[in-house]
């Protein structure tokens, strides 16, 4: 049974699946089943071949938990319900276009998975110019193999990430006290300036103050000294005018009169 997806994708698997019924048999070489790791799990990569020797690369993913079969091809739609054939019977599953265009990636359903552990020959009609294909042989133990490998590389992935992540939120911690330390210092720095500031202006103001009430004192000692002056010299005048017989010279002559 086929699923109907959007107009352009179901029109795009229907063409694919056509070609597939009307491909010839191709020649089957074995699967190297070589388990290497991916970022976040493991892969192994297939070679199908055609019937001219045109060798088409795929590859098996897993993360412990997902089965995906990636490849690249031009022109790929959104999304897709391709068929891959397992000793000849049809298995569709839905494939994904990856942010990368001209790769796509099929999330292999558990019916397929299994088909993939027991069968012999695994056939891709619309891969390439030709049908392709290769033989099973080991997938049982390689398919096993890839899960496990595929969990083991998601968890040392994961553990990667949180301590990553854990790194990140220690430096992030330690830039923000830092920052937090950085800003009470400056702030105490512009506190202990301003106060700074403030203790001279008001000593700057205390010293014009004493200034101003030295001068102040100064001229009341200097205005007091000159009415004393002016109070004795009344008084001597006063006491040269009334003592009899005190001799009093004769006032100067005016400005500008000569004794001949």
Known sequence: MIRILPTAAAA???VLAGSALAAPPTPLPSIAWVISPADGGC???LELTGRSGAVSPVQLVSDGERLTLRFARDSLPEQAFLALRI???????LMTRTADPAVGEIAISPETEAALRKGSTLDIAW???????????GSEQGVTDLRVCGAQAAARHRAQKEVQAAEQRRAAEESHRKALADAELQAARAQAAAAE?????LADEAEERRALEDARRQQAAYAAQRQAFEEAEQRRRAWEYEEPGYYRPAPPPPYGWRRY
């Open 87 to 93: 000793d000849q019977k049809r298995y569709s599953n």
């Open 43 to 45: 892969r192994t990569d």
């Open 12 to 14: 795009t698997a229907a």
């Open 197 to 201: 500031a403030e203790a001279r202006r």
């Open 127 to 137: 891969l390439g110019l030709e049908p392709v294909g290769a033989s099973l042989a």
